[in-house]
């Protein structure tokens, strides 16, 4: 099973080269990969006992239940061939649908092999969170299929109706997959099923799973998003909307039948809201005028009669609805191409457009009508055979009281009825006559379909009547799924062709017979019914509900993120401040044990960093305010050394130097003071605010602290860095090791730190590296108005790129300095990447000690020092460093370990000894990179870019008041003139 998905999963990605090289013949080889898993489903078809099912598992996330289970048993058998045999005949069908020149096609071979790929992994998913994976996956897939048109406004509306719908869904049924899962002690669809636990929570968990399915098989009231989707290619209406998705609810509801379908809850929402369904679905679809539309409200009508029988529970009803899910997909997808190939040769969907076309195309009339007879029910199909079967079961059922069942088996009736109507309805507008001797406008100017156009809705049509004919034999295919379900005292009936004389046989004439009458009827109940505005429309109530959302959402935002500094933090504060003390003080609290200081140094620390804290909220001067808060991170760097952790005093002392130099930076563009502002009423309110939040954090803090029972982590913590992450610095080992995947989530914070701020910078596009001194001569040659280029270089320089800056701003002691100090640096930073992983440092320490080498090379030399001090874009370093990351953390998944797993060799070198290696090195190289181009990233933005972007105002001011002055003088003179004269 797993290699079949594997199979199809690199199909997927390749299936773009393909339809890029071959052309829309690409879709053959395309189709060869479901082929192939329809030939492995065939051939290891489930054996009749469900305990002998085929299961196989790899270990995903075991910490969190999430291994990939499958299980192959007869109802995943039974969907798998829906899914890669239809998958298979639409993807021959797009070969000749779509020709070469449209655009997307060969992304859409790749998607629609994705979609069966996610289809198969969720009917063989034992595991209930995997298969919400690719529940999932098939609603993102949905979304980019049926937007296939994208630049058509009713493509993207309907993609986003069904993504929103179906995701709403899904959300709910993750829910209730957690719920399950934890009451139930497992998340193994086939253990819960096997010993299903009971109570209200339960039946909650259930009814939001019900919820998941609901909204994917488009029952009441989550039916309107099917329709809409018919704006997505005629393949995906016939795969996606036929056979294949909207059967994933129909899937799920079967799954969990046989031991939930006993409860209230479930009865109420899948038979109840399946016969509205039906009922309400086969009505809308007479009055609809788009071949397509009236299949898609057949195909709510016929989903909602599919949850009805796999829902109530009952083994004969339950094979009845296993024929039917099978017998819809055959005539469902063939009717579906066939409209696809009106459209594609006539150019319209439209049944008042469409005449006399049967005479035109006897061949795709005949495959139509051989569809169409499953669908209505007419005999030999298999479409007859299910409802038969149907009306029997349903009307002997134990799993209701007889009137219960009886008035179920009434409305089933009627809903076959209208069935039968809409089907006749559908034929009659595709290939009718109406009333005309010749074809109409639209059927005279067609051009007839290529011959291997007729190929898979024809093999479709023809399997739907092959199967209705051998039915006694199907059945013995779906009994072992039926088996699983309570048969309330009544033997598994077998299915055929006939049963002899009685009830079903009289439905069903009733059904053939009260069907063409009210085809017959229609266009008097299209006068005096279909003319009246419906006084519920789901798509108006979505549409409504969008606009209350948005609504919403606006007063919220206007209310709470006006655009104000103050008022955006005031509301976060208040947010901080007020849930965690009210959870705190709502529940019960430990008796507060309080250590003051454990020496007068750190309360000579911790008063310095109030006094600065006080001293950045008095000050007015933005650098002294900087200054000054500088000073609190550098107390916290005192206090963690104090407090015995080198490693991160080394790493916030590094960090509060290079903040203080980005600081001052931005500091160059802004005044000195901020503009004085008359509001001063709300002074007090802030400052309450934040003292507030400062007594709300030590609080929290104190309780946190004296609510500990057990022995503290940290005691055993240096000893299990040694033992698990081979390395003495405790700090280094639970960022490259133990917690890695929380380095790997900040770095990647980091890098989107460092896009944002060049984005806000640059902002129409992103430029390369710094300018390097051998850049001077073109600048000056394009003559962009910087002061500094048009300095002729000094021949004494202690920098290479200082030459070229204004003697004006040259420091001759510091430019000596950073001479003598920046390789030391260097060497420092790689010593800290090195030793890390046993003595303070590692990647984060070194990278910032290399940032801070690359700040004093730009303080010293300027922007052209910059760019010869590492001439190399950001950007390709924040890129390596992630790749290096990413790699290192999945190359251990190759080897059969966990992602980020880390590896530990010892060698003898001779002179130098034993020398222990710790794999977890390369990741630490990662980290170090992109600290090092987040670095030169900042400098790049903030400080080369803005003195180009300051030089260039300068001159053009100084150019502006030159011209001023040249003006004013010649208006003078002009003046003076004329009073002379």
């Given at each position: 099973?797993?290699?079949?998905?594997?199979?199809?999963?690199?199909?997927?990605?390749?299936?773009?080269?393909?339809?890029?090289?071959?052309?829309?013949?690409?879709?053959?080889?395309?189709?060869?990969?479901?082929?192939?898993?329809?030939?492995?489903?065939?051939?290891?078809?489930?054996?009749?006992?469900?305990?002998?099912?085929?299961?196989?598992?790899?270990?995903?996330?075991?910490?969190?239940?999430?291994?990939?289970?499958?299980?192959?048993?007869?109802?995943?058998?039974?969907?798998?061939?829906?899914?890669?045999?239809?998958?298979?005949?639409?993807?021959?069908?797009?070969?000749?649908?779509?020709?070469?020149?449209?655009?997307?096609?060969?992304?859409?071979?790749?998607?629609?092999?994705?979609?069966?790929?996610?289809?198969?992994?969720?009917?063989?998913?034992?595991?209930?969170?995997?298969?919400?994976?690719?529940?999932?996956?098939?609603?993102?897939?949905?979304?980019?299929?049926?937007?296939?048109?994208?630049?058509?406004?009713?493509?993207?509306?309907?993609?986003?109706?069904?993504?929103?719908?179906?995701?709403?869904?899904?959300?709910?049924?993750?829910?209730?997959?957690?719920?399950?899962?934890?009451?139930?002690?497992?998340?193994?669809?086939?253990?819960?099923?096997?010993?299903?636990?009971?109570?209200?929570?339960?039946?909650?968990?259930?009814?939001?799973?019900?919820?998941?399915?609901?909204?994917?098989?488009?029952?009441?009231?989550?039916?309107?998003?099917?329709?809409?989707?018919?704006?997505?290619?005629?393949?995906?209406?016939?795969?996606?909307?036929?056979?294949?998705?909207?059967?994933?609810?129909?899937?799920?509801?079967?799954?969990?039948?046989?031991?939930?379908?006993?409860?209230?809850?479930?009865?109420?929402?899948?038979?109840?809201?399946?016969?509205?369904?039906?009922?309400?679905?086969?009505?809308?679809?007479?009055?609809?005028?788009?071949?397509?539309?009236?299949?898609?409200?057949?195909?709510?009508?016929?989903?909602?009669?599919?949850?009805?029988?796999?829902?109530?529970?009952?083994?004969?009803?339950?094979?009845?609805?296993?024929?039917m899910l099978v017998a819809h997909a055959l005539f469902k997808a063939s009717l579906f191409m066939v409209v696809g190939i009106i459209d594609h040769s006539t150019g319209t969907r439209d049944v008042r457009k469409l005449a006399r076309?049967?005479?035109?195309?006897?061949?795709?009339?005949?495959?139509?009508?051989?569809?169409?007879?499953?669908?209505?029910?007419?005999?030999?199909?298999?479409?007859?055979?299910?409802?038969?079967?149907?009306?029997?079961?349903?009307?002997?059922?134990?799993?209701?009281?007889?009137?219960?069942?009886?008035?179920?088996?009434?409305?089933?009736?009627?809903?076959?009825?209208?069935?039968?109507?809409?089907?006749?309805?559908?034929?009659?507008?595709?290939?009718?006559?109406?009333?005309?001797?010749?074809?109409?406008?639209?059927?005279?100017?067609?051009?007839?379909?290529?011959?291997?156009?007729?190929?898979?809705?024809?093999?479709?049509?023809?399997?739907?009547?092959?199967?209705?004919?051998?039915?006694?034999?199907?059945?013995?295919?779906?009994?072992?799924?039926?088996?699983?379900?309570?048969?309330?005292?009544?033997?598994?009936?077998?299915?055929?062709?006939?049963?002899?004389?009685?009830?079903?046989?009289?439905?069903?004439?009733?059904?053939?017979?009260?069907?063409?009458?009210?085809?017959?009827?229609?266009?008097?109940?299209?006068?005096?019914?279909?003319?009246?505005?419906?006084?519920?429309?789901?798509?108006?109530?979505?549409?409504?509900?969008?606009?209350?959302?948005?609504?919403?959402?606006?007063?919220?935002?206007?209310?709470?993120?006006?655009?104000?500094?103050?008022?955006?933090?005031?509301?976060?504060?208040?947010?901080?401040?007020?849930?965690?003390?009210?959870?705190?003080?709502?529940?019960?609290?430990?008796?507060?044990?309080?250590?003051?200081?454990?020496?007068?140094?750190?309360?000579?620390?911790?008063?310095?960093?109030?006094?600065?804290?006080?001293?950045?909220?008095?000050?007015?001067?933005?650098?002294?305010?900087?200054?000054?808060?500088?000073?609190?991170?550098?107390?916290?760097?005192?206090?963690?050394?104090?407090?015995?952790?080198?490693?991160?005093?080394?790493?916030?002392?590094?960090?509060?130097?290079?903040?203080?130099?980005?600081?001052?930076?931005?500091?160059?563009?802004?005044?000195?003071?901020?503009?004085?502002?008359?509001?001063?009423?709300?002074?007090?309110?802030?400052?309450?605010?934040?003292?507030?939040?400062?007594?709300?954090?030590?609080?929290?803090?104190?309780?946190?602290?004296?609510?500990?029972?057990?022995?503290?982590?940290?005691?055993?913590?240096?000893?299990?860095?040694?033992?698990?992450?081979?390395?003495?610095?405790?700090?280094?080992?639970?960022?490259?090791?133990?917690?890695?995947?929380?380095?790997?989530?900040?770095?990647?914070?980091?890098?989107?730190?460092?896009?944002?701020?060049?984005?806000?910078?640059?902002?129409?596009?992103?430029?390369?590296?710094?300018?390097?001194?051998?850049?001077?001569?073109?600048?000056?040659?394009?003559?962009?108005?910087?002061?500094?280029?048009?300095?002729?270089?000094?021949?004494?320089?202690?920098?290479?790129?200082?030459?070229?800056?204004?003697?004006?701003?040259?420091?001759?002691?510091?430019?000596?300095?950073?001479?003598?100090?920046?390789?030391?640096?260097?060497?420092?930073?790689?010593?800290?990447?090195?030793?890390?992983?046993?003595?303070?440092?590692?990647?984060?320490?070194?990278?910032?000690?290399?940032?801070?080498?690359?700040?004093?090379?730009?303080?010293?030399?300027?922007?052209?020092?910059?760019?010869?001090?590492?001439?190399?874009?950001?950007?390709?370093?924040?890129?390596?460093?992630?790749?290096?990351?990413?790699?290192?953390?999945?190359?251990?998944?190759?080897?059969?370990?966990?992602?980020?797993?880390?590896?530990?060799?010892?060698?003898?070198?001779?002179?130098?000894?034993?020398?222990?290696?710790?794999?977890?090195?390369?990741?630490?190289?990662?980290?170090?990179?992109?600290?090092?181009?987040?670095?030169?990233?900042?400098?790049?933005?903030?400080?080369?870019?803005?003195?180009?972007?300051?030089?260039?105002?300068?001159?053009?001011?100084?150019?502006?008041?030159?011209?001023?002055?040249?003006?004013?003088?010649?208006?003078?003179?002009?003046?003076?003139?004329?009073?002379?004269?």
């Amino acid at each position: 099973m797993i290699t079949v998905l594997a199979a199809l999963a690199v199909c997927a990605l390749v299936a773009p080269a393909v339809i890029h090289w071959t052309g829309t013949r690409g879709f053959y080889v395309l189709a060869l990969a479901p082929l192939g898993g329809l030939i492995w489903v065939v051939l290891n078809w489930p054996p009749t006992d469900a305990a002998a099912a085929r299961v196989e598992t790899v270990s995903w996330v075991p910490s969190l239940q999430m291994d990939i289970v499958t299980r192959f048993d007869t109802l995943t058998a039974i969907l798998s061939v829906l899914i890669l045999g239809v998958g298979a005949l639409v993807l021959c069908y797009c070969a000749h649908y779509f020709d070469d020149a449209r655009p997307r096609v060969a992304v859409f071979g790749g998607e629609m092999v994705a979609f069966a790929a996610a289809m198969f992994g969720l009917v063989i998913s034992d595991n209930m969170l995997v298969l919400y994976v690719f529940w999932e996956l098939t609603t993102v897939l949905s979304f980019m299929l049926v937007g296939f048109y994208g630049v058509r406004a009713t493509a993207r509306r309907s993609a986003t109706q069904a993504l929103l719908v179906t995701t709403f869904g899904g959300l709910a049924m993750l829910v209730g997959i957690i719920m399950l899962g934890e009451r139930s002690g497992t998340y193994l669809l086939s253990e819960i099923i096997s010993a299903p636990p009971t109570g209200v929570y339960v039946d909650i968990a259930v009814v939001l799973l019900l919820i998941g399915a609901l909204t994917k098989s488009a029952i009441v009231p989550f039916h309107f998003w099917l329709p809409g989707a018919m704006a997505a290619p005629t393949p995906v209406s016939a795969y996606l909307h036929a056979a294949a998705m909207v059967k994933a609810g129909i899937y799920l509801i079967a799954r969990l039948a046989p031991a939930f379908s006993v409860t209230i809850s479930w009865q109420i929402a899948v038979v109840g809201l399946g016969l509205v369904t039906m009922v309400l679905g086969g009505w809308r679809s007479l009055r609809e005028l788009d071949l397509k539309l009236i299949l898609a409200f057949g195909t709510v009508s016929q989903l909602g009669f599919m949850a009805v029988l796999v829902g109530i529970g009952d083994a004969n009803v339950a094979m009845a609805g296993i024929a039917m899910l099978v017998a819809h997909a055959l005539f469902k997808a063939s009717l579906f191409m066939v409209v696809g190939i009106i459209d594609h040769s006539t150019g319209t969907r439209d049944v008042r457009k469409l005449a006399r076309l049967g005479h035109r195309l006897p061949g795709l009339a005949i495959t139509a009508a051989v569809a169409g007879a499953s669908m209505a029910g007419i005999p030999i199909t298999l479409g007859f055979v299910g409802k038969e079967t149907a009306f029997a079961s349903v009307w002997e059922t134990g799993a209701f009281v007889p009137w219960q069942a009886h008035a179920v088996d009434i409305v089933l009736l009627v809903g076959s009825i209208i069935t039968c109507a809409y089907t006749l309805r559908f034929l009659w507008g595709a290939f009718g006559r109406k009333v005309r001797n010749t074809p109409s406008p639209a059927v005279a100017k067609m051009h007839p379909p290529t011959w291997p156009f007729y190929f898979s809705p024809v093999a479709l049509a023809v399997a739907g009547v092959a199967a209705g004919v051998f039915s006694p034999q199907l059945g013995d295919l779906f009994e072992p799924y039926a088996e699983t379900l309570d048969g309330y005292g009544h033997e598994l009936e077998h299915l055929a062709l006939w049963h002899g004389f009685g009830l079903p046989v009289v439905f069903s004439i009733i059904v053939i017979v009260g069907g063409a009458l009210l085809f017959l009827g229609v266009r008097r109940v299209r006068d005096r019914v279909f003319g009246f505005r419906p006084l519920v429309n789901a798509d108006r109530i979505y549409d409504a509900t969008l606009r209350g959302a948005d609504t919403l959402s606006l007063l919220l935002t206007r209310n709470t993120q006006r655009g104000s500094l103050p008022v955006t933090q005031g509301v976060i504060l208040c947010t901080a401040i007020l849930l965690p003390t009210a959870v705190l003080f709502a529940g019960a609290r430990d008796r507060l044990t309080i250590d003051y200081t454990a020496t007068a140094v750190q309360l000579v620390i911790g008063g310095c960093i109030v006094a600065a804290s006080l001293s950045a909220v008095l000050l007015r001067n933005r650098l002294a305010a900087t200054l000054v808060v500088g000073i609190t991170g550098y107390g916290c760097a005192m206090l963690f050394a104090l407090y015995g952790a080198p490693d991160l005093a080394l790493t916030q002392f590094l960090v509060e130097t290079l903040t203080l130099v980005i600081f001052v930076l931005v500091l160059r563009k802004l005044p000195a003071e901020p503009e004085k502002r008359h509001a001063t009423g709300f002074k007090p309110l802030r400052a309450l605010i934040g003292l507030a939040f400062g007594a709300m954090l030590v609080l929290i803090g104190l309780f946190a602290a004296s609510a500990r029972s057990t022995e503290p982590l940290h005691v055993d913590l240096p000893e299990a860095a040694y033992d698990y992450g081979h390395g003495a610095n405790a700090v280094n080992v639970l960022l490259v090791d133990i917690r890695a995947w929380d380095t790997l989530g900040e770095v990647s914070v980091l890098i989107a730190a460092a896009t944002g701020v060049a984005s806000m910078v640059f902002r129409n596009r992103r430029f390369g590296a710094a300018p390097r001194v051998a850049d001077a001569a073109r600048l000056q040659a394009g003559d962009n108005g910087d002061d500094d280029d048009h300095v002729p270089p000094d021949r004494t320089t202690w920098l290479l790129g200082s030459g070229l800056r204004d003697p004006r701003h040259r420091s001759m002691v510091l430019e000596a300095t950073t001479r003598l100090l920046f390789p030391t640096m260097v060497v420092l930073s790689i010593y800290f990447f090195y030793a890390g992983h046993n003595a303070p440092g590692g990647g984060f320490a070194g990278g910032l000690t290399m940032g801070l080498a690359l700040v004093l090379r730009y303080l010293a030399g300027g922007r052209y020092e910059l760019g010869e001090a590492l001439p190399i874009e950001p950007g390709r370093i924040l890129g390596a460093g992630l790749a290096v990351s990413a790699t290192t953390a999945i190359v251990s998944m190759f080897l059969g370990a966990p992602a980020l797993s880390s590896a530990v060799f010892e060698v003898t070198v001779p002179v130098l000894g034993d020398i222990k290696f710790v794999t977890a090195l390369f990741f630490d190289l990662g980290i170090y990179l992109i600290v090092v181009g987040l670095v030169l990233d900042v400098l790049r933005s903030l400080g080369a870019r803005l003195d180009v972007e300051t030089t260039i105002a300068r001159t053009a001011a100084r150019i502006g008041g030159s011209a001023n002055d040249t003006t004013t003088g010649d208006t003078a003179n002009a003046t003076g003139g004329q009073v002379s004269r």
